[in-house]
């Protein structure tokens, strides 16, 4: 599929420009261009005058129930305008379908780095790398200390903390299941039963319940452009709830590479090659900072770092049955032929102590 035609189905530039008109203004300048950096909803970068906006939408065809909400992700950082939780510039939202194809939203844009491939020369330094780590874990912390009933995020509207953690296991065992609809008639990956039986049976009871922002990780938070370390922006919050932080404790941590750990398995969408020395904080080092900073415990770290790398499998396997059925021309699809089955072993590798915190 060419990136024209994938760029066509995602944007009609012709109904988007009447779209902001209207709730903007006129403008002389516009221009949009799809951003590929995401591997889940769409980012489309659109210059309207002297505005530089983002709008993010889910991907064409069918998708698994929840993963793509972006009408959801616009209402939490709407929300949280006005807290210490660091967030885009909110403009509009849409369920109109006759704009895009889909629900949409639009924010603004932010300058800065976005640490996935590598990082920017001026923090290629020992202090630097400490302060990226610890700068990552105290914005986690500010999102687990919001008010969410003060901001309009209220328990039984947008989440429903009891029995959240439990659910997180059933949701993800039945995304899988939706995926393997397609993808097992191309290959299999039965470690992942074993993997779904432990953590059924592994549930931690009584969790805190705090706003959760689903998808916390390096790569999805923005470095600002000063010489210092700081974030300006957290991003990707179509899978926030109400729920167990530290559920986003364990996925933050899945991501982080400790110098202990074995060379990460490539196709997985875990590996930062860059991080691959002593300068960064340890996985040890922010769970303390985090425990210090919330006053929560980090117990059962195996039963999140491995619910995590579970539900990496589960969106590895969704990401596959798209490439499958057509549904993206993202180059990470496909690598998820081998990826998945390379995040099976990694849980089972968690769950039976041979990757410790």
Known sequence: MSEETYFERIVDVEKLAAFLEAELSPVDEYEVHHHQEGHSNETLFVTWGDDRLVIRRPPPGETADTAHDVLREYRVIDALQDTD?????????????????????????????????????????????????????????????????????????????????????????????????????????????????WLKDNVPGDPPATLVHGDYKLDNVMYGPGADPEVVAVMDWEMSTLGDPLTDLGWMLSYWWDPKDPDPPRGDDT???????????????????????????????????????????????????????????????????????????????????????
């Not at 300058?111 to 700068?135: H, M, S």
């Open 85 to 197: 939780v660091r967030v885009p510039k909110t403009y509009v939202a849409s369920g109109d379908h006759d704009v895009l194809g889909s629900d949409f939203y639009v924010m603004g844009r932010v300058e800065g780095d976005v640490l996935r491939d590598g990082e920017p020369e001026r923090f290629q330094n020992p202090e630097a790398r400490q302060q990226i780590g610890y700068e990552l874990v105290t914005n986690l912390a500010r999102i687990h200390q919001v008010d969410y009933d003060a901001v309009g995020l209220e328990h039984g509207d947008f989440g429903y903390p009891p029995g959240f953690t439990e659910r997180q296991v059933d949701r993800w065992s039945e995304q899988l299941m939706w995926a393997f609809d397609v993808t097992a008639d191309e290959r299999e990956v039965p470690e992942l039963y074993d993997v779904m039986s």
């Open 271 to 357: 590996a930062n090659d860059f991080m691959a020395t002593d300068d960064y904080p340890t996985r040890r080092d922010l769970v303390d900072r985090y425990e210090e900073l919330t006053g929560f415990s980090y117990d059962n770290d195996r039963f999140y770092r491995a619910l995590a790398v579970y539900k990496l499998a589960g969106l590895g396997e969704m990401f596959f049955r798209r490439y499958l059925e057509g549904n993206s021309d993202d180059d990470m699809y496909p690598q998820m032929r081998e990826g998945v089955p390379n995040l099976a072993d990694r849980a089972l590798r968690i769950i039976e102590g041979d990757e410790p915190l």
